[in-house]
T-cell receptor
Framework: GENVEQHPSTLSVQEGDSAVIKCTYS??????FPWYKQELGKGPQLIID?????GEKKDQRIAVTLNKTAKHFSLHITETQPEDSAVYFC???????????FGTGTKLQVIP | EPEVTQTPSHQVTQMGQEVILRCVPI?????FYWYRQILGQKVEFLVS????????KSEIFDDQFSVERPDGSNFTLKIRSTKLEDSAMYFC????????????FGSGTQLSVL
C-alpha cells in the first residue's frame, strides 16, 4: 500500500516567516494530494489539494508543489500568523484509491 | 459549509463493554469512512463504506469492529468488546464521490477505555 513520509515532525517559525513541510509517497500511480490542518480538539480540515496534472497550486498564503518524478510534494505557508499554529498532515490515495493515507504530521508553532 | 456531525464528543467505557459511535455524514455524500487517531500520532484509516457495504478495511478493523448505515442518514461504528488499546479519537468522514473529491471530517469522538 501507499507509504507517506512527512518531515519535519515539529517546526517553529517567527511570525511573518515562511514554513515548509515536505512529504514523499511511494505509489507512482497516486494522482491526488491533499493537505489537512488539525487544530487542537478538532478533526482534520482540508486546506489545499493538488492533482497530478499540475506542478503547483496557490491559495493566498498557502501553496503546494508536486514533483511526480521524485514522488514528493510540499506545503508552503508564507507570512505565517499565530493562527497558523496547528498540526498539518499530508495525504495520498492508496489501496483501491477510495481512501487516503496520512503522513505522520507536522506540529507547526508560529511564535508572535 | 456542510458538516459531518459526530456524537458523543467523549465516551468513557469499561474494558470489555460495547460502544457505538455515531456519525451523520453530509446528506448528498456517497462514501463514508472511519479513521482513528491515538494521542499524538497520525490519523489511521479503519474502514470505508460505499453502496451499503464495506469497500475496504485496514488490519486494525478486526472482528470486534462493525459499521452500519441503518437509516440512510446515520453511519455508526460499533466496537463489540473494547480493549485498552482502542482508546483514541475516532473520526468519521464522508465525500461526495471518488478519491479526488474533498474529504470532510467530523470533530471526532474521544473514546477512553478504562
Amino acid at each position: 500500500g501507499e507509504n507517506v513520509e512527512q518531515h519535519p515532525s515539529t517546526l517553529s517559525v517567527q511570525e511573518g516567516d515562511s514554513a515548509v513541510i515536505k512529504c514523499t509517497y511511494s505509489d507512482s500511480a497516486s494522482n491526488y494530494f491533499p493537505w489537512y490542518k488539525q487544530e487542537l480538539g478538532k478533526g482534520p480540515q482540508l486546506i489545499i489539494d493538488i492533482r497530478s496534472n499540475v506542478g503547483e497550486k496557490k491559495d493566498q498564503r498557502i501553496a503546494v508543489t508536486l514533483n511526480k518524478t521524485a514522488k514528493h510534494f510540499s506545503l508552503h505557508i508564507t507570512e505565517t500568523q499565530p493562527e497558523d499554529s496547528a498540526v498539518y498532515f499530508c495525504a495520498a490515495p492508496s489501496g483501491g484509491y477510495q481512501k487516503v493515507t496520512f503522513g505522520t504530521g507536522t506540529k507547526l508553532q508560529v511564535i508572535p | 459549509e456542510p458538516e459531518v456531525t459526530q456524537t458523543p464528543s467523549h465516551q468513557v467505557t469499561q474494558m470489555g463493554q460495547e460502544v457505538i459511535l455515531r456519525c451523520v455524514p453530509i446528506s448528498n455524500h456517497l462514501y463514508f469512512y472511519w479513521y482513528r487517531q491515538i494521542l499524538g500520532q497520525k490519523v489511521e484509516f479503519l474502514v470505508s463504506f460505499y453502496n451499503n457495504e464495506i469497500s475496504e478495511k485496514s488490519e486494525i478493523f478486526d472482528d470486534q469492529f462493525s459499521v452500519e448505515r441503518p437509516d440512510g442518514s446515520n453511519f455508526t461504528l460499533k466496537i463489540r468488546s473494547t480493549k485498552l488499546e482502542d482508546s483514541a479519537m475516532y473520526f468519521c468522514a464522508s465525500r461526495r464521490q471518488g478519491v479526488n473529491e474533498k474529504l470532510f471530517f467530523g470533530s471526532g469522538t474521544q473514546l477512553s477505555v478504562l
